[in-house]
């Protein structure tokens, strides 16, 4: 199988089976195109659980709802590595999806810094600018499911907010 970009197989993990039918249609390796869909059909519980954060980003900004799949799970993606482990406790008790997200880290590579974020956001057709418009509703949205201030201000750290 060749190998797909990490953002790729993040959108893909982060999207219902319909979005990525589409989506797979267009793939002309048949290896491939058999692999990723059984990673999203093995992965589906992740997108029903996305659903809210990415209901409100899709709503809040200019983004569809894949597009925000894949920006919220690239930004969570690099949370899951820096974070400490009481802050990625809370944040899994937060988003519970977001828990799986050391399982597909061999599956889709690791997300170690802002610059592979950024590269996450083009691949979806994003502009790497919307990182700052993503974060405060990320922030937000964890902000009003109780967060503890030490968990917003590790993000906001991590995410340059």
Request: aromatic share 4%.
């Given at each position: ?12 993990l ?18 491939t ?32 709802t ?55 956001f083009e ?31 590790s993000l906001?750290?991590?995410?340059k907010?």
């Open positions: 199988m060749k190998k797909a970009s990490t953002a790729t197989l993040i959108l893909l982060f999207t219902t089976g319909a979005y990525a039918g589409s989506w797979l249609d267009s793939i002309s390796d048949k290896d195109q058999e692999s990723i869909s059984k990673l999203v059909t093995e992965h589906s519980e992740i997108a029903d659980h996305s659903i809210p954060l990415s209901g409100i980003l899709a709503d809040k900004l200019p983004v569809t894949e597009q925000a799949l894949g920006g919220s799970g690239a930004l969570l993606g690099l949370a899951q590595q820096q974070l400490s482990s009481a802050d990625l406790s809370e944040l899994e008790s937060l988003i519970p999806w977001s828990s799986n997200l050391p399982d597909m880290q061999g599956i889709v590579g690791n997300i170690e810094n802002m610059q592979a974020v950024n590269k996450a691949s979806v057709g994003l502009d790497s600018s919307m990182v700052n418009q993503f974060v405060p509703v990320i922030l937000d949205y964890l902000k009003e499911s109780g967060a503890s201030e030490g968990l917003l201000g906001s750290s991590l995410w907010a």
